[in-house]
């Protein structure tokens, strides 16, 4: 990893985690976005319990109404990354968070907000025993909803980015996706956070259209002043607060290898893979988020070699359906077609855990039931699945992985429920490849 030069003021850096790549120059705009302040109340009748309970619902649809007003403004740059908000949009209906909180006012007896606050503590608790540090860091996406419904509760409401009027480098302590999006993208040249992880929405968003990033600082907005002359390198995940003109001579150079080195993988990124033998070489990006196909096909890649589909069943109580299964593969084999997109089935068990499906105290989901293995025993999630996948093999060059196979007869059970979803789907009429 590079280093600042040694002649950087030591105590001017702040080191976090690099998110997105790239330099960015300019001076710091901080995001006043303080702790949302409320009391604790009981409440000792059932015409209050109810009046609180409207409250909350009330603060629920003025969150939807903001969020999908900004998910309408979404920017053409963005426009495939709309995914996360419509996200955000199915949490505020989630039981963990909206039946539980309802829940919370009338058992405890306690105004909304607290019961709120309560019902993402759990969330959260939930959350940190999850081995997998993508699905673990979902729980940002929870944080970042309720934020705004306890916001919306209070009365406070949320901060408008978009109100930025000059090329600035965004200092929060968080953003949520929807502040990204928000964001006017050509006065935004950077942002950096206290808070935040290489697998948020936020840094993902960030990669996509190609903003320098720093997250996890952890003090930044305390030792950051509005009007601070920045330095972010997202490439090693440092912060030089003013710099001297040696530093910013330094960092204009490296600033613009970059923006070279960039420029020309993209005029090369269309070519294809070939040694200098001539050996050809096929190379495909791996998926877990529809947003992020949009990096893919911007960098050349010729398809997905391995589409990860776990995220709508852990994202979330319920399973998903069908239907919403269908229309996330159709968009994706639409979009790379006719480039090949392989989807593994279902790879759950070890620490990744299904909310409401019980494995059994002595499952062994490690080596055991997991993968292929619990796709079996539970055929209805797997013909569920099988469904959507092959009603999408209409619409692009789809294929089919199966999930850590240990023997040929789990391979032919596999392919035998598949043939069965493929009798089904002729029955009823629709068209696969």
């Not at 502040?179 to 929405?201: E, K, N, W």
């Not at 607060?241 to 990124?269: M, V, W």
């Amino acid at each position: 990893m590079n280093l600042p030069p040694p002649f950087v003021d030591r105590t001017s850096i702040l080191a976090g985690v690099a998110a997105s790549p790239g330099i960015a120059i300019g001076k710091a705009h901080l995001v006043d976005r303080g702790k949302v302040e409320f009391t604790y109340q009981s409440l000792i009748s059932e015409p209050l319990i109810q009046e609180e309970v409207l409250r909350f619902e009330n603060a629920v649809e003025r969150t939807r109404e903001q969020i999908e007003q900004i998910r309408a403004g979404v920017p053409e740059e963005l426009a495939g990354q709309g995914f996360i908000l419509d996200a955000h949009l199915l949490i505020l209906k989630d039981r963990l968070i909206h039946d539980v909180t309802v829940e919370t006012i009338r058992d405890d007896r306690i105004n909304a907000e607290w019961a709120l606050v309560k019902s993402v503590d759990r969330a959260r608790e939930m959350f940190a025993r999850i081995k997998d540090e993508y699905i673990r860091g979902r729980i940002k996406d929870i944080e970042d909803v309720s934020d705004r419904v306890l916001r919306n509760l209070v009365g406070t409401g949320p901060d408008d980015l978009s109100e930025i009027r000059e090329r600035v480098i965004v200092v929060a302590h968080d953003l949520s996706p929807a502040d990204t999006t928000q964001m006017p993208l050509d006065r935004v040249m950077a942002f950096i956070t206290d808070r935040g992880s290489r697998t948020s929405h936020t840094t993902i968003l960030a990669q996509s259209v190609e903003i320098p990033a720093v997250v996890g600082l952890e003090d930044g907005t305390s030792r950051i002043r509005r009007g601070d002359l920045l330095i972010v390198d997202g490439t090693t995940g440092h912060v030089i607060i003013d710099p001297d003109e040696k530093t910013l001579e330094f960092y204009y150079g490296r600033q613009r290898s970059y923006e070279n080195y960039q420029a020309s993988i993209i005029r090369c990124s269309h070519l294809p893979a070939e040694t200098i033998d001539q050996h050809r070489i096929i190379v495909k990006g791996n998926l877990e988020l529809f947003e992020e196909v949009a990096a893919i096909m911007d960098h050349g890649g010729e398809g997905v070699g391995l589409y990860r589909t776990e995220y709508h069943y852990l994202s979330k109580r319920e399973l998903p359906d069908e239907e919403e299964l269908f229309e996330d593969y159709r968009d994706v084999a639409q979009l790379l077609a006719p480039r090949p997109v392989t989807i593994r089935t279902l790879d759950l068990g070890a620490d990744k855990y299904m909310p409401g499906l019980d494995l059994g105290d002595d499952a062994n989901p490690a080596l055991g039931l997991r993968a292929i293995r619990l796709c079996l025993k539970e055929q209805a999630i797997f013909r569920t699945q099988l469904r959507a996948i092959l009603r999408a093999t209409a619409y692009g060059h789809v294929r089919i992985m199966f999930p850590m196979i240990s023997g040929l007869q789990e391979l032919r059970s596999a392919r035998s429920i598949l043939n069965d979803v493929r009798r089904q789907l002729d029955l009823d009429g629709y068209e696969y490849d």
